[in-house]
């Protein structure tokens, strides 16, 4: 007993307490206090690797040793590189860098910053009939494809062209389809994205079989006229451009004088002895003096859906007798927005968008015809709104085929490999040009791709 006693005592000077001790499965490491059905597990980083644990409830083997902390990485986490992006593809080009730099000095200067921005930008895409042939489409006959316009389709020999694509107003950019001599180039620039990825052109095929494409919003397309010199070069007189908006194109014509008024300030700088020399009185007489304007009306000759039917009156500019002159009025100026501007108002109030003359070599082509033709977009859509129409819109009974060319109220672009036109009549089968799709500028419509804020119809 006293043994007993003297052990409790012991016991009770230590502060020893039974009931302190902690109980079996109830240490509070972090490994064990999860239970099994936890929503959540435990996750280190052992350098760059993820380990993922699994909660358990299994108990810890029976030690005299203090309980083991979780382990927990120590290293530096350090993030994954970021992929490098894609490098973009090649530029797309349609002609050679030779040709390219040739065609470029015949870019006018121009006074709105924007359109000039646009003219010196690099990505400028530039083709003639040459690099995308004029071509149309017929699929709902005996030899389904695209055509060149070149080739009379017809078997009747009373037909001259057998589709709609020669002849006024389809065949030639308007205002030159009694011009000769005339030459042009176009050019287009894509829109980027948010991420500074080129938005390409979309595809796709309609009910009919044929093909459509829509031009996504910011997409701009150009077109330089030049004018034959006596000297047999040519000279810019005139720079076209189409803008795609919702809907809509927003269009504008840039001339080197949108208005007589310009010419005649231009002149009188150019030549300031003007006053000494009797052809440049005369001219400026004809530009400054009262002028009763003949009134005439140029019209297709279509029996139904006219395209174009316009009247206005005719300014015919007198030569100027110094070809010399006309070169450095073509050559020195800046050209200048027509959008919305009359050349000239006649005595009797009649009025004209551009001038025309009989001269081989003027600031306009010889039997220009662009005074009927009002820079707006009302005006240009008359004609531009009837690409991919069937000509049987036009002329049922006539036997000709196939659509005007064209599509999202563009004439010269098409997206087709030049192999898949037919030269012939016969069919050819139908690709998508290499260059475009490598390069991304060339998609099939996808909606997931390509939204309706950005791609979609225009409104007729």
Same mark, same amino acid.
């Given at each position: 007993?006293?043994?007993?006693?003297a052990?409790v005592?012991l016991?009770?000077?230590? $502060?020893?307490?039974?009931?302190?001790?902690?109980?079996?499965?109830?240490e509070?490491?972090?490994?064990?206090h999860?239970?099994?059905?936890?929503?959540?597990?435990?996750?280190?980083?052992?350098?760059?690797? =993820?380990?993922?644990?699994? @909660?358990?409830?299994?108990?810890?083997?029976?030690?005299?040793?203090?309980?083991a902390?979780?382990?927990? %990485?120590?290293?530096?986490?350090?993030?994954? %590189?970021p992929?490098? #992006?894609? @490098? @973009?593809?090649?530029?797309?080009?349609?002609?050679?860098?030779a040709?390219?730099?040739?065609?470029? !000095?015949?870019?006018?200067?121009?006074?709105?910053?924007?359109?000039?921005?646009?003219?010196?930008?690099?990505?400028?895409?530039?083709?003639?009939?040459?690099?995308?042939?004029?071509?149309?489409?017929?699929?709902?006959?005996?030899?389904?494809?695209?055509?060149?316009?070149?080739? *009379?389709?017809? %078997?009747?020999?009373?037909?001259?062209?057998?589709?709609?694509?020669?002849?006024?107003?389809? $065949?030639?950019? %308007?205002?030159?389809? &009694?011009s000769?001599?005339?030459?042009?180039? !176009?050019?287009?620039l894509?829109?980027? +994205?948010? *991420?500074?990825?080129?938005?390409?052109?979309a595809?796709?095929?309609p009910?009919?079989?044929?093909?459509?494409?829509?031009?996504?919003?910011?997409?701009?397309?150009?077109?330089?006229?030049?004018?034959?010199?006596? +000297?047999g =070069?040519?000279?810019?007189?005139?720079l076209r451009? !189409?803008?795609?908006?919702?809907?809509?194109?927003?269009?504008d014509?840039?001339? @080197?004088?949108?208005?007589?008024?310009?010419l005649v300030?231009?002149?009188?700088e150019?030549?300031?002895?003007?006053?000494? &020399? +009797?052809?440049?009185?005369?001219?400026?007489?004809?530009?400054?003096?009262?002028?009763?304007?003949?009134?005439?009306?140029?019209?297709?000759?279509?029996?139904?859906?006219?395209?174009?039917?316009?009247?206005a009156?005719?300014?015919?500019? #007198?030569?100027?007798?110094?070809?010399?002159?006309?070169?450095?009025?073509?050559?020195?100026?800046?050209?200048?927005?027509?959008?919305?501007?009359?050349?000239?108002?006649g005595?009797?109030?009649?009025?004209?968008?551009?001038?025309?003359t009989?001269?081989?070599?003027?600031?306009?082509? =010889?039997?220009?015809?662009?005074?009927?033709?009002?820079?707006?977009?009302?005006?240009? /859509?008359?004609?531009?709104?009837?690409?991919?129409?069937?000509v049987?819109?036009?002329?049922?009974?006539?036997?000709?085929?196939?659509?005007?060319?064209g599509?999202d $109220?563009?004439?010269?672009?098409? #997206?087709?490999?030049p192999?898949?036109?037919?030269?012939? $009549?016969?069919s050819?089968?139908?690709? /998508?040009?290499?260059?475009?799709?490598?390069?991304k500028?060339?998609?099939?419509?996808?909606?997931? !791709?390509?939204?309706?804020?950005v791609?979609?119809?225009?409104?007729?």
């Amino acid at each position: 007993m006293a043994v007993l006693l003297a052990c409790v005592l012991l016991v009770s000077l230590l $502060g020893i307490s039974f009931g302190a001790m902690p109980a079996w499965g109830q240490e509070k490491s972090v490994a064990q206090h999860v239970d099994a059905s936890s929503p959540f597990q435990l996750t280190a980083l052992r350098g760059n690797r =993820k380990v993922t644990r699994r @909660p358990t409830t299994t108990k810890p083997a029976a030690t005299t040793a203090e309980p083991a902390e979780p382990v927990i %990485a120590t290293a530096p986490v350090v993030a994954p %590189a970021p992929a490098k #992006p894609a @490098p @973009p593809p090649p530029p797309v080009r349609l002609v050679n860098a030779a040709r390219e730099t040739e065609l470029r !000095r015949f870019l006018p200067k121009v006074t709105d910053p924007d359109t000039q921005a646009m003219l010196d930008d690099p990505r400028l895409v530039f083709y003639t009939d040459q690099e995308i042939p004029k071509a149309y489409q017929f699929f709902d006959g005996a030899f389904p494809g695209v055509h060149a316009v070149s080739y *009379n389709i017809s %078997a009747n020999n009373s037909e001259p062209f057998g589709n709609g694509n020669i002849e006024f107003p389809w $065949g030639t950019p %308007a205002g030159t389809h &009694r011009s000769p001599g005339v030459t042009t180039f !176009r050019f287009f620039l894509l829109p980027k +994205d948010d *991420n500074g990825q080129t938005r390409p052109v979309a595809w796709f095929q309609p009910p009919d079989g044929s093909y459509s494409w829509i031009f996504p919003i910011g997409t701009v397309f150009g077109e330089v006229l030049g004018v034959p010199g006596s +000297d047999g =070069k040519n000279y810019t007189f005139e720079l076209r451009t !189409r803008r795609r908006e919702t809907g809509d194109w927003t269009v504008d014509v840039f001339r @080197p004088f949108p208005t007589s008024a310009h010419l005649v300030e231009r002149i009188k700088e150019l030549a300031p002895d003007w006053k000494s &020399r +009797d052809n440049l009185v005369k001219f400026i007489s004809h530009l400054e003096g009262p002028q009763k304007l003949p009134v005439l009306v140029l019209a297709d000759q279509q029996p139904v859906g006219r395209p174009f039917v316009q009247q206005a009156g005719v300014d015919t500019l #007198p030569s100027l007798e110094d070809d010399a002159l006309v070169a450095k009025l073509l050559l020195t100026t800046t050209f200048r927005s027509a959008h919305g501007k009359v050349w000239r108002r006649g005595s009797d109030g009649v009025t004209t968008a551009a001038p025309t003359t009989q001269a081989s070599f003027h600031v306009v082509p =010889k039997y220009y015809d662009a005074g009927f033709v009002e820079v707006d977009q009302i005006s240009c /859509m008359r004609c531009h709104s009837t690409v991919s129409k069937s000509v049987d819109n036009f002329n049922a009974g006539r036997d000709w085929y196939g659509k005007v060319r064209g599509s999202d $109220g563009i004439f010269s672009f098409h #997206p087709f490999e030049p192999s898949s036109i037919s030269y012939h $009549g016969y069919s050819q089968q139908v690709e /998508m040009r290499g260059e475009f799709v490598k390069g991304k500028l060339l998609e099939r419509f996808d909606p997931a !791709r390509h939204p309706n804020r950005v791609y979609h119809t225009l409104v007729r």
